[in-house]
């Protein structure tokens, strides 16, 4: 069984910046890809960025530049660290671990992240 634990969201102002990091507990090995999803009030949940077990990344368009995504393979975590942070990226920002071989999502809780003055 997988596990997730997200930590590192709260306030901060416009411009401002924070770091993200989940722990990811169970099986876990390349051929599962890290991400971080997001869900603004009375929006779906969407992809924010993602690692795949070779490295390479994908971003939303509207983050790309500010955020970056990594992966820790020895430690087990995907950190986000998110700059130059803007109102619209207020939601619960989700970490998610999928199995490729047959697309099972495994979620954290939720971590909150508010940009606000």
């Known amino acids: 069984q997988v596990q997730l634990l997200e930590s590192g969201g709260g306030l901060v102002q416009p411009g401002g910046s924070l770091r993200l990091s989940c722990s990811v507990s169970g099986s876990i090995d390349r051929n599962f890809l890290l991400g971080w999803y997001r869900q603004a009030p009375g929006k779906d949940r969407e992809l924010v960025a993602r690692i795949e077990g070779g490295g390479r990344t994908h971003y939303k368009d509207s983050v790309k530049g500010r955020f970056t995504v990594s992966r820790d393979k020895a430690k087990n975590t995907v950190d986000l660290q998110m700059n130059s942070l803007k109102p619209d990226d207020t939601a619960v920002y989700y970490c998610?671990?999928?199995?490729?071989?047959?697309?099972?999502?495994?979620w954290g809780q939720g971590t909150q992240v508010t940009v606000s003055s």
């Open positions: 998610v671990a999928v199995r490729m071989w047959d697309q099972t999502f495994y």
